[in-house]
């Protein structure tokens, strides 16, 4: 069973920037972990993601060159840095993790989940 509680999200203004976490518990030994983020009325797209086992990372196309994805082995807390933040950036975060992943930023290929944080960028 694995469970994962995000944390970090908050209100900012563009072109500032947010570090959320994403504590993971239960087996996720070289689980694949991403960051997906859904707007209201809109479908939810991948964001990042990184396979804990060997440290491949992706990056949608939106953020590569602003947000890094990172895993931390010894705390097990998936980490997302989101800097020089863009109002388009709003939405709700979710932490997602698989153990067979094909696709690292396709939602489906996901097993488990976390509750969501909000992130609002301003202009």
């Known amino acids: 069973q694995v469970q994962l509680v995000e944390s970090g999200g908050g209100s900012v203004q563009a072109g500032g920037s947010l570090r959320l976490s994403c504590a993971a518990s239960g087996y996720t030994t070289n689980y694949y972990m991403g960051w997906f983020r859904q707007a209201p009325g809109k479908e939810r797209e991948g964001v990042a993601g990184?396979?804990?086992?060997?440290?491949?990372?992706f990056y949608g196309d939106s953020v590569r060159g602003r947000f890094t994805i990172a895993f931390d082995n010894a705390k097990r807390i998936l980490y997302l840095q989101m800097n020089r933040l863009k109002p388009e950036d709003t939405a709700t975060y979710y932490c997602?993790?698989?153990?067979?992943?094909?696709?690292?930023?396709?939602?489906?290929?996901?097993?488990?989940w976390g509750q969501g944080t909000q992130v609002t960028v301003s202009s």
């Open positions: 990184i396979y804990t086992g060997g440290g491949d990372t």
């Open positions: 997602a993790a698989g153990a067979t992943v094909d696709r690292l930023l396709s939602p489906n290929d996901y097993s488990y």
